[in-house]
């Protein structure tokens, strides 16, 4: 695979879970939830900091897109995304952050495969 088709891909599988952040983020701050997952937070105690996790979403997705700070954005949304995962599977819901997770880390290893793999030389 080329280096300019890694970048594409990268940028794209990127794209996808800062999208689902960002939508994620405003709806919780306009206070457009469905009422199911309303409902969902409020029964594990999270009822009470839905615009702060919107706006966590949205500063999460800010540092994913922003080159110099991706990598700390990186990091940030895979905590968020596996309490997220964690979340769901205790609540017996579909785990889609899983999903998103996944796409997240697969579009930085083909980003930045250095988040993976140790450097040369530091053995």
């Given at each position: 695979m080329t280096i300019k088709a890694k970048r594409i891909l990268s940028m794209v599988l990127m794209a996808i879970p800062v999208l689902v952040l960002i939508l994620g983020g405003v709806m919780k701050l306009v206070d457009a939830e469905p009422a199911s997952v309303v409902q969902f937070l409020t029964k594990y105690g999270f009822g009470s900091y839905m615009?702060?996790?919107?706006?966590?979403?949205?500063i999460i997705a800010g540092l994913l897109l922003y080159p110099a700070t991706n990598k700390i954005g990186f990091l940030l949304a895979s905590c968020y995304l596996g309490g997220a995962f964690c979340l769901e599977i205790s609540g017996s819901q579909p785990p889609a952050s899983a999903v998103f997770l996944a796409i997240l880390w697969a579009g930085m290893f083909l980003k930045s495969k250095e988040m993976?793999?140790?450097a040369q030389g530091a053995y």
């Amino acid at each position: 695979m080329t280096i300019k088709a890694k970048r594409i891909l990268s940028m794209v599988l990127m794209a996808i879970p800062v999208l689902v952040l960002i939508l994620g983020g405003v709806m919780k701050l306009v206070d457009a939830e469905p009422a199911s997952v309303v409902q969902f937070l409020t029964k594990y105690g999270f009822g009470s900091y839905m615009k702060l996790l919107g706006a966590g979403e949205l500063i999460i997705a800010g540092l994913l897109l922003y080159p110099a700070t991706n990598k700390i954005g990186f990091l940030l949304a895979s905590c968020y995304l596996g309490g997220a995962f964690c979340l769901e599977i205790s609540g017996s819901q579909p785990p889609a952050s899983a999903v998103f997770l996944a796409i997240l880390w697969a579009g930085m290893f083909l980003k930045s495969k250095e988040m993976f793999l140790p450097a040369q030389g530091a053995y």
